[in-house]
């Protein structure tokens, strides 16, 4: 269940700010910003030209020409046609054109430059985020999420600022021109389109945010209905085995029912939209061929049989910029759910605070101290209390305990995955918050229960933490840590994720690598207890090779792997309850004393259970 809080546009105008937010994106590349206007503006002011040649045409050349041609029929004469005006509009019209395809190719170019780089921004920033933020951000953030943040998000809001952006654009210059044009040539006949405009814009916004809402829910219904039926089909034995086939039917059903009601909502509005808008436009434009009409046969005349022309061409030519302008503004409406997303994970605060100012660490001898240190990852559920401990640099230390006891946190408050609420952690005397996040981490060498492997090659995954490293050194690494099979396979691919390898050799590579980066502080999390015993017991062999001279934290479920440890220390409850050597806890009798000999004699159970 993913439980961030995404940052909500909570101002009166909701889509203003996000609009916004995304344009300071765009003008990254003014140039080719201003370049997609100027290019819209250019393919806008064609558009509304066309009605202007046709208007002149019709007064200056085909109605005199008509004119001329009836004058000499009357006067039983015959006149003889200039063709060279259809010629000279012919040439306006396919000028216009070239002119507009022109147009058209730089904006959409444009356009697709624009959203590409957005694009590129946008998860090139959350990216970087996600690999800054600490632990805790990961403990609430599903995968899922932040991978549809990084793909279906990202295109959303990408097309509202390319393609979207040049349907608003388009549109409202579209309206301007034209409007503009028919208030130059008739003010009465522009006043008729000018009231249709608001008319048609609140129409057909309305619809469109009545269609998205339907479709919206339509797509939650689709999800749940999708994991309704996954789940009854893989449970369909529990289902018929408790004679609950009838209930789980009516439960589809309801659904079902609910589905069907989205959808048909959401089809009825979509049917509806284009016959109400063209039932405007074509109220607007009857209204402007009846004025028009009567102000072109009055006498004198009003206006000219070309302006009642370009007029009611005028008139048709609204709808689509409305209907542009409106689809602009429900797929920005829809698209505000997904911004929101985007940037509250790129404004998304890391808990894990460097100074400025702040020196690095020298070469890390490998002392640490917990001292007095608070530790909570919920407040009312503290982990650690007033917890205090000293690890001498060069000693190995084992951690051992229940599950939830504190045994990771410790480990992953040394590296600084999380930091203390309270109290401070000491590195060779001084407080880790003090020194950069870099230069500790880089002296850490960190093996977890389940490896990670990324895709390339066996040779590529060992050097991941020290790219300088030769291949002498990288074999030398991996005979330390049991995994010789691999010097004669470094260039083998390991494929995604490493499954190409089994558990054990994906285990026996995350140990290369953590060695291969020389680490001043090793730590090993539950590190061989999802291997086989013959990989755990090649690991062995070379661990405490590894651990010479280096200070070690290890989690083992295994305990019989920890008993070359130094120190062994018994967690409970966030608290050292026992702390010595194997030999000296098992003297005690004590909790560890417990849990080694009932491991031990659950292991020589079922050892004879498969003899």
């Known amino acids: 269940m993913q439980h961030i809080q995404d940052q909500k546009f909570t101002e009166k105008r909701a ?30 002011l064609v558009d509304a030209i066309y009605p202007l040649i046709f208007m002149s045409m019709i007064d200056q050349y085909i109605t005199p020409e008509v004119n001329a041609m009836w004058e ?12 060279q005006g259809i010629w000279y509009y012919a040439g306006l019209f396919t000028f216009a054109g070239i002119i507009q395809a022109l147009g058209v190719y730089f904006f959409v170019k444009q356009a697709g430059r624009i959203r590409e780089y957005v694009v590129f921004e946008l998860r090139k920033e959350m990216f970087r985020r996600l690999q800054k933020l600490s632990f805790s951000f990961y403990d609430k953030s599903a995968s899922g999420w932040l991978l549809s943040r990084l793909t279906s998000d990202v295109d959303r809001v990408a097309e509202v600022i390319s393609w979207g952006l040049v349907d608003a654009m388009w549109g409202f210059m579209m309206i301007i021109f034209c409007i503009g044009a028919m208030f130059f040539y008739s003010w009465k006949l ?27 829910s339509a797509r939650r219904i ?70 028009g009409g009567k102000m072109a046969i009055a006498i004198p005349a009003a206006i000219t049989v070309g302006m009642l022309a370009a007029s009611f061409d005028y008139a048709t030519k609204i709808f689509l910029p409305i209907m542009d302008i409106s689809m602009f503004y429900a797929r920005a409406q829809g698209s505000l759910s997904a911004g929101e997303r985007i940037f509250s994970l790129i404004d998304e605060q890391n808990l894990i605070h460097e100074r400025e100012g702040i020196t690095d660490f020298g070469r890390i001898d490998g002392r640490i101290e917990f001292r007095d240190l608070d530790f909570y990852y919920e407040e009312d559920n503290p982990v650690l209390k007033d917890f205090n401990l000293s690890i001498e640099a060069g000693q190995s230390i084992a951690l051992v305990g229940a599950t939830g006891e504190g045994k990771s946190t410790i480990a992953n408050l040394v590296c600084r995955f999380y930091e203390p609420t ?46 300088e490293a030769s291949d002498e050194a990288i074999k030398t690494a991996l005979r330390q840590t049991g995994g010789e099979e691999f010097i004669e396979r470094l260039d083998e691919l390991v494929g995604e994720e ?59 479920h295994r305990l019989s792997t920890i008993r070359h440890c130094d120190r062994i220390l018994v967690i409970q409850k966030g608290s050292i309850i026992e702390d ?3 030999k000296a806890l098992m003297g005690q009798k004590g909790k560890y004393y417990d849990l080694y000999t009932r491991q031990l004699r659950e292991e020589k159970l079922g050892e004879l259970l498969t003899a």
């Open 422 to 467: 309270g109290g401070q952690l000491l590195i060779d005397g001084t407080d880790y918050n003090d020194r950069s996040l870099r230069s500790l981490r880089s002296q850490l060498g960190v093996v977890l229960q389940t490896p990670h492997l990324f895709s390339g090659t066996i040779r590529e995954n060992i050097v991941y933490g020290n790219q």
């Open 72 to 83: 000499a029929n009357k006067q039983n004469t015959r006149h003889q046609p200039n063709f």
């Open 498 to 556: 490493g499954q190409q390898l089994s558990q054990g050799q994906q285990q026996l590579i995350s140990f290369a690598r953590a060695v291969l980066a020389d680490p001043r502080i090793f730590i090993m999390d539950e590190a061989t207890s999802s291997i086989d015993t013959l990989t755990e017991a090649r690991i062995q062999k070379g661990i405490q090779r590894v651990l010479e001279g280096r200070t070690a934290i290890v989690i083992a």
């Open 222 to 291: 689709n999800s749940e209905l999708t994991a309704y039926y996954t789940e009854h089909i893989n449970g369909v034995i529990v289902n018929k085995s408790t004679a609950q086939e009838e209930r789980v039917g009516l439960g589809f059903k309801r659904l079902s029912g609910n589905m069907l009601n989205s959808s048909y909502r959401a089809s009825y509005y979509t049917a509806m939209y284009m016959p109400l808008i063209i039932m405007i436009g074509s109220l607007a434009a009857a209204l402007v061929v009846y004025w």
């Open 190 to 216: 522009a006043l008729i389109v000018l009231l249709a405009i608001p008319i048609m814009l609140v129409v057909s916004i309305k619809i469109r945010m009545l269609v998205l809402q339907y479709s919206r």
């Open 580 to 582: 010595g050597s194997h």
């Open 15 to 44: 889509l203003l700010p996000f609009l916004k937010r995304m344009l300071t994106y765009c003008m990254r590349y003014k140039k080719w910003f201003y370049g997609f206007l100027f290019w819209v503006c250019i393919v806008a």
